[in-house]
C-alpha cells in the first residue's frame, strides 16, 4: 500500500510540472509588450513635436490615436486569454488528470501482472531459473526426436539428463531407443538397468537384473553393472553373495575412484568392513606426505558432494557424504549437508526416514 501511495505522490508531482507552465498562460506577456511599443511611439510623437518637425495639432492626433490603441490592446489581451487560452489549457489539464492514468492503467493491464501475488525477496533468490532452462532445453530436445526419432545420438543425450531429474520411466524409454539406433553397449546396457531400477524406487527388478547382466556379459569390469548386481544380492537377502561382490569391486578399484565410498557404504550398511583402499594404494597411502594424503581424501569427498548435487536421491551417498564431514572436523559443512539431503529427498517419505534414521546414527538428528 505504501508503495501505491508513493506511485500517486511522483504521478502527482509530474502533472502539476506539466500544467504549471500551462496554466501561467502570456496575455499579461503580450499585453505588456504592446504597451512598451506605445509608449515608444508616444515618446517619438514628443520629440518630433519638439524639433519642429510636426505641429501642434498633428502631434495632439497622433497622441489620442495612440492612446486609443493602447487602451484597446489592455482590454483585448484578457478577453484573448479568457477564450482560446482557458480553452487550451483545460483540455491539456483533462488529458494530463485523466488520460494519462487512464493510458498507464490499460497498459498495465494489458502487459502487466495485476492478480500476480507478492514474492518476498529470499524467494525471488532462489528462484528456480537453472531448472527451468533445464526444463526448456529438455523439451527442445524432445521436441526434436518426435520429428526425428531415428536420432541416436539426441536419444543419448536426452537419457542420462532424464535420469539425473528423476523421469525414469522416459529414461527407459531413450535408452532403449539409444540402444536400437546406436547399437548395444555394456555401459548403455548398465544404464538402461539404472533406469528401469529408478521407475521401481530403486528396487533391482528381474527386468533390471536382466540389463544388468547383459552388461557385464559385454563387459564384466562394467562398474555400474557390478554395483547394481550387488544390490540385487542384498534386496534379495543374499548378503554374503553382495559383499563378495562389493568387496571385489574395492580391491581391483584405483585409490581415487569416485564411486569408492558409495561401494564402501554399502559394505558398511549390511555390516562388513570394507577395503579402505587396495594394497598398493594403501602402501601408497601411507608413504603419501600428510597434506598429499588430506588432498586425496578432500578430492574423494568433493566428488561424492558434487555427484549428490546432481542427482540427490541417494541416500547413502548423503549418509557417506555427512559422516566424511563428520571426521574432517567439518561438522558445519556436515550440518549444512544434512539440510541439502533433507531438501532433495523431501517428496519422498520412505527416503527421508531413511536419512533421519542414519543421520540419528551419526548425532545429527536434531
Given at each position: 500500500?505504501?508503495?501505491?501511495?508513493?506511485?500517486?505522490?511522483?504521478?502527482?508531482?509530474?502533472?502539476?510540472?506539466?500544467?504549471?507552465?500551462?496554466?501561467?498562460?502570456?496575455?499579461?506577456?503580450?499585453?505588456?509588450?504592446?504597451?512598451?511599443?506605445?509608449?515608444?511611439?508616444?515618446?517619438?510623437?514628443?520629440?518630433?513635436?519638439?524639433?519642429?518637425?510636426?505641429g501642434?495639432?498633428?502631434?495632439?492626433?497622433?497622441?489620442?490615436?495612440?492612446?486609443?490603441?493602447?487602451?484597446?490592446?489592455?482590454?483585448?489581451?484578457?478577453?484573448?486569454?479568457?477564450?482560446?487560452?482557458?480553452?487550451?489549457?483545460r483540455?491539456?489539464?483533462?488529458?494530463?488528470?485523466?488520460?494519462?492514468?487512464?493510458?498507464a492503467?490499460?497498459?498495465?493491464?494489458?502487459?502487466?501482472?495485476?492478480?500476480?501475488?507478492?514474492?518476498?525477496?529470499?524467494?525471488?533468490?532462489?528462484?528456480p531459473?537453472?531448472?527451468?532452462?533445464?526444463?526448456?532445453?529438455?523439451?527442445?530436445?524432445?521436441?526434436?526426436?518426435?520429428?526425428?526419432?531415428?536420432?541416436?545420438?539426441?536419444?543419448?543425450?536426452?537419457?542420462?539428463?532424464?535420469?539425473?531429474?528423476?523421469?525414469?520411466?522416459?529414461?527407459?524409454?531413450?535408452?532403449?531407443?539409444a540402444?536400437t539406433?546406436?547399437?548395444?553397449?555394456?555401459?548403455?546396457?548398465?544404464?538402461?538397468?539404472?533406469?528401469?531400477?529408478?521407475?521401481?524406487?530403486?528396487?533391482?527388478?528381474?527386468?533390471?537384473?536382466?540389463?544388468?547382466?547383459?552388461?557385464?556379459?559385454?563387459d564384466?569390469?562394467?562398474?555400474?553393472?557390478?554395483y547394481?548386481?550387488?544390490?540385487?544380492?542384498?534386496?534379495?537377502?543374499?548378503?554374503?553373495?553382495?559383499?563378495?561382490?562389493?568387496?571385489?569391486?574395492?580391491?581391483?578399484?584405483?585409490?581415487?575412484?569416485?564411486?569408492?565410498?558409495?561401494?564402501?557404504?554399502a559394505?558398511?550398511?549390511?555390516?562388513?568392513?570394507?577395503?579402505?583402499?587396495?594394497?598398493?594404494?594403501?602402501?601408497?597411502?601411507?608413504?603419501?606426505?600428510?597434506?598429499?594424503?588430506?588432498?586425496?581424501?578432500?578430492?574423494?569427498?568433493?566428488?561424492?558432494?558434487?555427484?549428490?548435487?546432481?542427482?540427490?536421491?541417494?541416500?547413502?551417498?548423503?549418509?557417506?557424504?555427512?559422516?566424511?564431514?563428520?571426521?574432517?572436523?567439518?561438522?558445519?559443512?556436515?550440518?549444512?549437508?544434512?539440510?541439502?539431503?533433507?531438501?532433495?529427498?523431501?517428496?519422498?517419505?520412505?527416503?527421508?526416514?531413511?536419512?533421519?534414521?542414519?543421520?540419528?546414527?551419526?548425532?545429527?538428528?536434531?
Open positions: 500500500m505504501t508503495l501505491w501511495f508513493v506511485f500517486a505522490l511522483m504521478t502527482a508531482a509530474a502533472v502539476f510540472a506539466v500544467l504549471w507552465p500551462l496554466g501561467r498562460g502570456n496575455g499579461g506577456a503580450r499585453e505588456g509588450s504592446e504597451a512598451v511599443v506605445y509608449k515608444d511611439q508616444l515618446a517619438e510623437i514628443q520629440r518630433d513635436a519638439d524639433l519642429g518637425l510636426i501642434p495639432a498633428e502631434a495632439e492626433a497622433a497622441r489620442i490615436e495612440i492612446g486609443r490603441r493602447l487602451l484597446a490592446a489592455s482590454e483585448a489581451a484578457p478577453a484573448v486569454a479568457s477564450t482560446s487560452g482557458r480553452t487550451f489549457r483540455a491539456v489539464s483533462v488529458v494530463a488528470l485523466v488520460g494519462l492514468p487512464v493510458l492503467v490499460m497498459l498495465y493491464a494489458r502487459f502487466g501482472s495485476p492478480f500476480l501475488g507478492d514474492v518476498p525477496l529470499a524467494s525471488r533468490a532462489r528462484a531459473v537453472a531448472a527451468s532452462s533445464m526444463e526448456a532445453l529438455i523439451a527442445q530436445v524432445e521436441n526434436h526426436l518426435e520429428k526425428n526419432p531415428a536420432d541416436g545420438r539426441g536419444w543419448e543425450v536426452l537419457a542420462p539428463v532424464l535420469t539425473r531429474t528423476g523421469r525414469y520411466g522416459d529414461a527407459v524409454r531413450a535408452w532403449r531407443n540402444i539406433y546406436n547399437g548395444e553397449t555394456a555401459s548403455r546396457r548398465a544404464d538402461l538397468g539404472e533406469a528401469i531400477a529408478g521407475a521401481a524406487s530403486g528396487v533391482v527388478t528381474a527386468e533390471a537384473k536382466a540389463e544388468f547382466d547383459r552388461a557385464l556379459a559385454l564384466p569390469t562394467e562398474v555400474k553393472a557390478r547394481f548386481t550387488g544390490l540385487a544380492a542384498e534386496q534379495d537377502g543374499r548378503r554374503d553373495e553382495a559383499a563378495t561382490i562389493w568387496r571385489a569391486m574395492l580391491e581391483t578399484a584405483p585409490a581415487d575412484a569416485p564411486w569408492r565410498p558409495l561401494v564402501q557404504g559394505l558398511t550398511r549390511i555390516g562388513v568392513a570394507a577395503p579402505q583402499l587396495p594394497d598398493g594404494a594403501a602402501a601408497a597411502a601411507r608413504d603419501m606426505a600428510e597434506g598429499d594424503r588430506n588432498a586425496m581424501i578432500r578430492g574423494m569427498v568433493d566428488r561424492l558432494a558434487a555427484r549428490l548435487k546432481d542427482n540427490g536421491d541417494d541416500v547413502e551417498g548423503w549418509l557417506r557424504l555427512v559422516r566424511a564431514y563428520m571426521v574432517l572436523g567439518e561438522r558445519d559443512k556436515a550440518q549444512a549437508a544434512r539440510g541439502d539431503a533433507r531438501a532433495a529427498l523431501g517428496g519422498n517419505a520412505a527416503r527421508l526416514q531413511q536419512l533421519n534414521d542414519g543421520l540419528k546414527s551419526l548425532g545429527l538428528d536434531g
